[in-house]
Every structure is written in C-alpha cells, then in structure tokens.
C-alpha cells in the first residue's frame, strides 16, 4: 500500500545538523513531487522544501534558503532533506508528503499533498 515512513529527526543544540530521510513505497516515486512540511505546537503547518524527483527542481521557504537543502535518490525511493545551522525556531514535527507531478497548487502548500508520512520530531536547544 502507498506509505512514507521518515526517520532521522531528534535533539541538537542551536548551529548543529540533523538529516531527515523519507521513503515512499506503493507509487511511482519517479513520477511525484515530494515535500517536506514542518508543523510546531499551536502554529499552522509550514511548507519548508520539495523537489520534484523527475528533474531534481527544488523550492524551498523563505526561512530555510540557504540552510536546508532537499534532494532525492530514486533507486531508493528516498528524499532526504539536509539542515544545518539549526535555531529553536526550527523545532516543530517535520512530514513528508507527496503528490504526483501533475497535481494542481503551489509546491509547498499542504493542502496539494495526498500522501502523508507520520512525522519526526525536531527539537532545537539554545
């Protein structure tokens, strides 16, 4: 069945790295764009990256340029997304999602997405 099952999130002290991994089984993961979204308690869920695994284009949110990169390995079905100079206002439960590469909508709006993963925590300390 279709499933995105992430890892790699954890604890780090502020200017430290964490990458997170996500990998897709059940759908032509060739063929989808992949995102990952991030969501702290009380705030609304937040587009952070994707890319679309096809042709490697990526998009990333204004808070993250420059920090966080997004790539993908499609022989394993894997998309990852490298962060590094890690602050507290990263600390939030970071998803996966995908939706194929047709789909309507802005990349890195949540409500595009169909394919959901279950969530790794991020936690940053100062």
């Known amino acids: 069945h279709v499933q995105l099952v992430e890892s790699g999130g954890g604890s780090v002290q502020a200017g430290g790295s964490l990458t997170l991994s996500c990998v897709g089984s059940?759908?032509?993961?060739?063929?989808?764009?992949m995102a990952w979204f991030r969501q702290a308690p009380g705030k609304e869920r937040e587009g952070v990256a994707s890319?679309?695994?096809?042709?490697?284009?990526?998009h990333y949110a204004d808070s993250v340029k420059g920090r966080f990169t997004i790539s993908q390995d499609n022989a394993k079905n894997t998309v990852y997304l490298q962060m590094n100079s890690l602050q507290p206002e990263d600390t939030a439960k970071y998803y996966c999602?995908?939706?194929?590469?047709?789909?309507?909508?802005?990349?890195?709006?949540?409500?595009?997405?169909?394919?959901w993963g279950q969530g790794t925590q991020v936690t940053v300390s100062s």
């Open positions: 059940g759908f032509t993961f060739s063929t989808y764009c």
């Open positions: 890319i679309y695994t096809s042709g490697g284009v990526a």
């Open positions: 999602a995908a939706r194929p590469e047709g789909a309507m909508g802005w990349v890195l709006d949540s409500l595009s997405y169909n394919i």
